[in-house]
C-alpha cells in the first residue's frame, strides 16, 4: 500500500540524469552559441544604451519639457500635463532624477521592442484560427511563469545586464499587446469588412485603411497595459543588473532601509500613473468620432 | 469603355446551397429535392435554386422579398461576395464566377460599386474621406478624387458636412455618405442591398425621389434590394419577386400588380396603393367606334392618381389617351379610373357578397 500515500515517482538516479543531462545539453549550448547570441543582440544592446544616455544626459528642464509636450500632445489636457510636472518635480526634488530617467529609457525601448513583435503576431494571429490556437498557450505560459524562471537560462545565455533585463520585461510585458491587437481586428465590424471586400480592397488596403484603424483603440489598450507590466518588471529586472528605480528597491529589501523603499516606489508609481493616464488619454481622443451619436 | 455600350447582368441557372458539401447536393436539388428535405436529411441550407433573371444595361431592376427569401445572397453573387455553387453571373459578358482572385479585385474596383443596408461607413474617416474610398482602393490620386468626390456629395445634398464624421450625420445623411461613395467609383452597375430599409419612411421616400433623379443623368444598371413592395413598385423597371430561393414572379409594376403569379404575390399586391402604380394603358379601352371626342387627351404612362388628378375638373365623357408622341391609343372614362384604384378581385367579392344577401 506504498504507493497509495506516497505517489509513485520517477527513480531518484533517473531523474537526476534527465536534469543533468538537460543542463549539461543547455550549458553546452551556451558555451558553443552564447557568443553568436550575443552578437545578434548587439543592436539591442546599442539602442538601449543610446536611449538611456538621452536621457540621463540631456538637462532635466529639456526633458521635462518633452514629457509635458507629449503628454499635450497626446492628451490635450492641461490638468494631465500639471499631474506629469508634478510628478516629475517631485521625483527630481528627492533626488531620484537619473534612476528615473534610466527607468523611462527602458520602459520606453521595452514598449518599442513590444509593439514592434507584438502587433505583426498580433496581426497573424487575427487572420487564422491555427495561429491563434498554437500562440495563445504560448502567450498563458508566458504570463504565468514566474518570471525568475526564464531569468535563468537569459542569464546563462547572455550574462547580467541590460540585454537580459529587457528580454525578460518583453517576456513578461508583450502578451497584453499581442492579445489585443488580435481581439481589436477580429472585432472589427463585418459589415464594413465587406464594404471594403465590395470596392475591391486588397488584403494590404484591407489591413491598412480599415482593421488597423478600426483596432486602434483597442491596440492602444494593449499598448497601455504592456507599458503597465513593464513597470512591474523594473524590479524584479534590476537583480540582473538593470539599473534604475529597481535597484534602490532591492538595496532597501535587502537592508530593511523603509524610507528608501518607499520613495522609490512612490517613483514607480507615480511614472506608471503618468503613463498610464496619458496613453489611456490619447486612446480615448483616438475614439472621439465612433460614439454613435444617431440611432 | 466610353465607345462600348455596357452589355447588362444575366443570371442563369444560379444555385447557392449553404454547408460543407454543397457540390455534392446541386444534382439532387436540381432534379427536385425540396429546401426543407434538403436540410432535414442533409443539413444543407437552400440559399438559391434556379435563379435566372435578365437585367438590361441602364435600368433599375429590383430584387423583392422578405426576410430569408434569399435576396442578399443574390445580390452578392453579382460582385462575388458570396460563391455560387452552380450557375453563371454575367456582367457585361463576362462570366463573373470564372473571375481568378486580381482579376475578381479589379473588377469589383471598376466595374460594380455596392450601398449597404447598415450603411458600412468608415467611422474614422470624415465624409469626403469616406466618399473617396473607393477611388484610392482604385489608386486614383488624392487630388482627382477629392474633385470627383466633391461633386457627388455635392448631388446627393451633402455639400458642407465634408468634414463632418459619419456619426455626426443621421441615418438618412449617412446613407446619402453611402450613395456618394458608390457613386464616386463611376462603375456602370451599382448594387443596392436593402439601402432604404434602415431608413424612416419619409426619408426613404426622399432618397428613392435622389436615386430616381440620378438614374435619368447616369443611366446605370441598378440592382436594387427590398422588402418593401411599395419601394420595388416605385423604383423598378422591372422587378423579380423572391421566395425561399426561387423567383417566382418577374415582371413590370403593372405585371406583378394587375396580374399576380400566384396568391403569395396577390397577397402582397392587395396592400399596395394601384392608383400610384398602374397606367392609364392598362385600363383604357383600346380604340372602338363608339369614343366620344370630349376634347381631353391624357398620356398612355401616368398613372391613374396622376390622371385622376389632372382630370377631376374635366367635364364628363371619354378621354382620350395618346402615346408620348400625341398618336391616339384607346379612351378611358374617370369611372374606369376610379374602378382601378381599388383592387378589382375585393370588388368583385363584395359584388358578389351583395348579391347573395340580396337574393
Known amino acids: 500500500m506504498d504507493w497509495f500515500y506516497q505517489f509513485p515517482h520517477m527513480d531518484d538516479n533517473a531523474l537526476r540524469d534527465l536534469k543533468k543531462v538537460i543542463d549539461e545539453t543547455f550549458r553546452g549550448f551556451t558555451r558553443n552559441y552564447g557568443e553568436l547570441i550575443e552578437g545578434f543582440f548587439t543592436p539591442l544592446q546599442h539602442f538601449l544604451i543610446a536611449a538611456e544616455r538621452f536621457m540621463t544626459k540631456t538637462p532635466w528642464p529639456i526633458i521635462t519639457l518633452l514629457i509635458l509636450a507629449i503628454a499635450w500632445g497626446a492628451t490635450r489636457s492641461l490638468r494631465i500635463v500639471g499631474g506629469c510636472l508634478v510628478t516629475l518635480l517631485l521625483i527630481g526634488y528627492f533626488d531620484m532624477w537619473d534612476d528615473t530617467m534610466r527607468t523611462i529609457s527602458m520602459i520606453f525601448v521595452c514598449t518599442v521592442l513590444s509593439i514592434a513583435i507584438g502587433l505583426p503576431i498580433g496581426i497573424l494571429m487575427s487572420r487564422s484560427d491555427r495561429v491563434q490556437r498554437v500562440v495563445n498557450p504560448v502567450l498563458d505560459v508566458m504570463q504565468t511563469m514566474p518570471s525568475f524562471v526564464y531569468l535563468i537560462p537569459v542569464v546563462m545565455l547572455l550574462g547580467i545586464g541590460k540585454v537580459p533585463g529587457l528580454i525578460a520585461v518583453v517576456i513578461y510585458a508583450i502578451p497584453p499587446m499581442i492579445r489585443l491587437t488580435n481581439l481589436g481586428i477580429r472585432l472589427v465590424d463585418k459589415d464594413v469588412l465587406e464594404a471594403a471586400d465590395a470596392f475591391g480592397a486588397d488584403n494590404r488596403q484591407k489591413l491598412f485603411k480599415v482593421q488597423l484603424p478600426l483596432a486602434l483603440p483597442t491596440i492602444m489598450a494593449g499598448i497601455n497595459q504592456t507599458i503597465m507590466m513593464a513597470l512591474a518588471m523594473v524590479v524584479i529586472a534590476s537583480m540582473i543588473g538593470v539599473q534604475g528605480l529597481g535597484q534602490p528597491v532591492l538595496k532597501a529589501i535587502a537592508n530593511q532601509y523603509f524610507t528608501l523603499g518607499i520613495f522609490n516606489g512612490l517613483a514607480i508609481v507615480g511614472i506608471a500613473i503618468m503613463f498610464d493616464r496619458v496613453s489611456q488619454a490619447y486612446g480615448e481622443r483616438l475614439q472621439k468620432h465612433r460614439e454613435v451619436v444617431h440611432g | ?359
Open chain 2, 1 to 359: 469603355m466610353a465607345d462600348h455600350a455596357f452589355g447588362g447582368i444575366q443570371i442563369r441557372h444560379l444555385y447557392k446551397i449553404f454547408g460543407p458539401n454543397a457540390q455534392s447536393h446541386v444534382e439532387a436539388v436540381k432534379n427536385g429535392l425540396t429546401k426543407t428535405e434538403l436540410n432535414e436529411r442533409y443539413g444543407h441550407v437552400l440559399g438559391l435554386r434556379d435563379i435566372n433573371i435578365e437585367m438590361p444595361s441602364g435600368s433599375i431592376q429590383v430584387i423583392m422579398g422578405l426576410s430569408g427569401s434569399g435576396k442578399s445572397t443574390l445580390i452578392r453573387h453579382i460582385n462575388r461576395l458570396i460563391d455560387p455553387t452552380a450557375g453563371e453571373v454575367l456582367v457585361d459578358g463576362v462570366d463573373v464566377v470564372k473571375m481568378p482572385e486580381t482579376e475578381l479585385r479589379e473588377f469589383r474596383r471598376h466595374q460594380t460599386a455596392m450601398v449597404f443596408q447598415k450603411f458600412a461607413l468608415l467611422p474614422h474617416r470624415s465624409v469626403l474621406d469616406n466618399t473617396i474610398f473607393g477611388l484610392e482602393i482604385q489608386g486614383v490620386s488624392r487630388a482627382q478624387s477629392i474633385d470627383t468626390a466633391m461633386c457627388w456629395l455635392e448631388r446627393v445634398g451633402l455639400k458642407g458636412f465634408e468634414q463632418k464624421y459619419p456619426n455626426q450625420l443621421s441615418g438618412g445623411m449617412q446613407q446619402r455618405v453611402g450613395l456618394a461613395r458608390a457613386l464616386a467609383n463611376d462603375a456602370p452597375v451599382l448594387l443596392m442591398d436593402e439601402a432604404y430599409s434602415a431608413l424612416d419612411p419619409l426619408i426613404r421616400t426622399d432618397m428613392q425621389t435622389v436615386l430616381l433623379d440620378l438614374q435619368k443623368e447616369i443611366k446605370k444598371t441598378i440592382v436594387f434590394i427590398t422588402h418593401d413592395l411599395d419601394e420595388a413598385l416605385r423604383l423598378g423597371d422591372q422587378i423579380a419577386i423572391l421566395r425561399d430561393g426561387e423567383v417566382i414572379q418577374q415582371g413590370s409594376s403593372q405585371d406583378i400588380v394587375l396580374r399576380p403569379a400566384d396568391d403569395y404575390v396577390a397577397n402582397f399586391v392587395k396592400e399596395v396603393n394601384r392608383g400610384r402604380v398602374v397606367h392609364v394603358e392598362a385600363i383604357m379601352t383600346p380604340f372602338g367606334a363608339t369614343a366620344v371626342d370630349s376634347g381631353q387627351r391624357i398620356a398612355a404612362d401616368l398613372t391613374i392618381e396622376e390622371a385622376v388628378r389632372t382630370l377631376a375638373s374635366a367635364p364628363e365623357g371619354d378621354i382620350i389617351v395618346v402615346d408620348p408622341s400625341g398618336k391616339p391609343l384607346g379612351t378611358v372614362t374617370f369611372r374606369q379610373l376610379a374602378g382601378a384604384m381599388v383592387n378589382a378581385h375585393e370588388t368583385n367579392d363584395r359584388d358578389m357578397a351583395i348579391a347573395a344577401t340580396a337574393a
